[in-house]
Structures are given as structure tokens and as C-alpha cells.
């Protein structure tokens, strides 16, 4: 008995057309969903009030991505704009600069939201090995990244309660 060999110039069957077209319209299908279920989030931004300041809108970093490399490969910050480290738990939480291309001022605040500790223009790590800044004397649950000069011109200190207020 001769069987068919399927050769380059055959053209498939129907039910080999209509099985071709479902894959694709499923693979588009999952592709689509995947980049609709994975899209990124809109970073939360929380306005930091200081006593004697102009609020400070910060964006939120409570990812580990986030929270290892802050405003890494940033160009420029607003003076009003900064970052919020958000850890999971007060401790003696430290930060380094890794990449990023201008000075911070770096504040550690408590879990009552007073400010615990302060470090005033922080330099950018091009190199390794980075300097670490911190850790604070007593434990802190959050550290705020802010253009240098912003200590000075919010007259931020030890002490001061800080309020926080998302921002809708």
C-alpha cells in the first residue's frame, strides 16, 4: 500500500487551516491578556508635610526593586519632589546612592512619623564599592530621598512630626 507523502506544494486541509487560525487568534488572545493583567501600576504619590515646609510630593517605593535602587538613573528631581521608602517594618534601615546622577538629602522618620535622622547632600555612587548612608541612631520605618537643599529649605530637624496624605 503507497501512502501520500505531504509535499511543499500541497496546501493543508481545511480543518489544518481552521486549527492554524485558532492557535493565532489564541496566542493573541493570552498576549493580549498578559499585557493587560501585567500592565505597570500608577506609583502612588503621598505629599509629606514638614512643619516649617512646602509639602513634599513623594513617589512611593515599597518594591524590592524600588527600595534597592530609589531614583537610580534619574536626571533631575523637582525641589518639591522626592522619594518615599516604605519598609516593611522599622529597623535600622540603610540607603546607598548607586546611579543616581545628583545630590540627595536623605531623612529617616519613625513609626509615629518623626524624623529620626538626617543626612544632608548625599553625593551619587558611580563606583563600587557605594558608601551606605545611615543606619539612624533609633529604628525608622521610612526614609524620604529629596533634591539636596531640601533639609534647609523645609527647615526639616531632628524631632519634627511629619504628616503624610495620599494624593488622589
Known amino acids: 500500500m503507497a501512502s501520500k507523502k505531504f509535499q511543499a506544494t500541497d496546501k493543508p486541509s481545511a480543518p489544518n487551516k481552521k486549527r492554524i487560525l485558532f492557535l493565532v487568534l489564541m496566542s493573541l488572545l493570552l498576549i493580549s ?6 500592565a505597570p501600576q500608577k506609583t502612588e504619590i503621598i505629599e509629606v508635610r514638614f512643619p516649617h515646609g512646602a509639602p513634599l510630593q513623594a ?4 518594591t524590592p526593586e524600588k527600595l534597592l535602587f530609589g531614583l537610580a538613573f534619574r536626571e533631575t528631581l523637582r525641589n518639591d519632589h522626592g522619594m518615599l521608602f516604605l519598609f516593611e517594618r522599622s529597623d535600622f534601615h540603610k540607603v ?3 546611579r543616581y546622577q545628583f545630590n ?4 529617616w522618620v519613625d513609626e509615629s512619623r518623626h524624623v529620626v535622622h538626617i543626612v544632608e547632600t548625599a553625593v551619587p555612587c558611580v ?3 557605594c558608601e551606605w548612608y545611615g543606619p539612624p541612631p533609633e529604628r525608622a520605618r521610612y526614609v524620604i530621598a529629596a533634591t539636596s537643599g531640601f533639609v534647609d529649605r523645609a527647615q526639616v530637624s531632628v ?7 495620599l494624593r488622589m
Open 33 to 38: 491578556g498578559a499585557m493587560l493583567f501585567n
Open 59 to 62: 513617589e512611593v517605593a515599597d
Open 96 to 98: 546607598w546612592t548607586k
Open 104 to 107: 540627595v538629602d536623605l531623612i
Open 127 to 129: 563606583n563600587d564599592p
Open 159 to 165: 524631632g519634627n512630626e511629619l504628616v503624610f496624605a
